[in-house]
C-alpha cells in the first residue's frame, strides 16, 4: 500500500515540476525572439537612417529607436508576466504564499534592468543626451523601490519562508 502511495506522490511532484518547467521554456523562447528582433534593428543600418518626427518637436527620432522601444515594452509584459505565472505556480506547489509576491517583484525589478538597457537610444548623442542625468536616476529610483519593497517583503515573511523550508 505504501509503494501505491509514493507512486501517487511522484506523480503529483512530477506534474508539478513539468507545470513549472512550462512557463520557463515559453519565456526563454519569448525572450530569445525579442532580443534578437532588437538586436537586428539596432544592428540594421537601414533602421537607423530612417527617421520619423516626433510630434510636438523639432526633433526626430529613428525607426530603430521607435521599434526598439515597442520591443522593449513587450519585453518587459513578457517579464513581467512570466514572474506572475511562475510566482503562482511557486505558491501552489510550495504553500508558500510569499513566493508569488517575491517573483513578481524580482520580475519587475528585472524588466527594469532590461529596460534601462534596451531604451539607452533616448540619451544617445543624437537625441537626448542633454537628459542622460535624469535618464539615470529615473531608472534609479524605479530600481530602489522595487528593491526595497522585495526587501521589505522577504524580510516580514522569513518566518513563514524558514518554516515551509525546514
Do not use: C
Not at 26 to 44: M, P, Y
Not at 103 to 119: D, H, T, V
Amino acid at each position: 500500500m505504501s509503494q501505491k502511495t509514493e507512486a501517487v506522490g511522484d506523480t503529483e511532484q512530477d506534474d508539478w515540476y513539468f507545470d513549472l518547467a512550462k512557463p520557463i521554456v515559453k519565456f526563454v523562447v519569448a525572450v530569445g525572439v525579442i532580443v534578437t528582433l532588437w538586436w537586428l534593428v539596432e544592428n540594421v543600418q537601414a533602421a537607423q537612417e530612417v527617421t520619423v518626427p516626433l510630434p510636438g518637436t523639432a526633433e526626430t527620432i529613428t525607426m530603430a529607436g521607435v521599434i526598439s522601444s515597442v520591443l522593449t515594452v513587450i519585453l518587459m509584459i513578457a517579464i513581467v508576466a512570466f514572474a506572475a505565472s511562475f510566482g503562482r505556480i511557486l505558491h501552489d506547489g510550495t504553500d508558500i504564499s510569499v513566493l508569488e509576491s517575491i517573483s513578481k517583484l524580482a520580475g519587475l525589478g528585472i524588466a527594469i534592468i532590461f529596460a534601462y538597457w534596451m531604451f539607452d537610444w533616448v540619451i544617445d548623442e543624437e537625441h537626448f543626451s542633454q537628459y542622460a542625468a535624469q535618464y539615470d536616476i529615473a531608472f534609479l529610483i524605479a530600481g530602489i523601490v522595487v528593491v526595497g519593497w522585495l526587501g521589505l517583503v522577504v524580510y516580514s515573511n522569513v518566518d513563514e519562508i524558514v518554516e515551509a523550508l525546514g
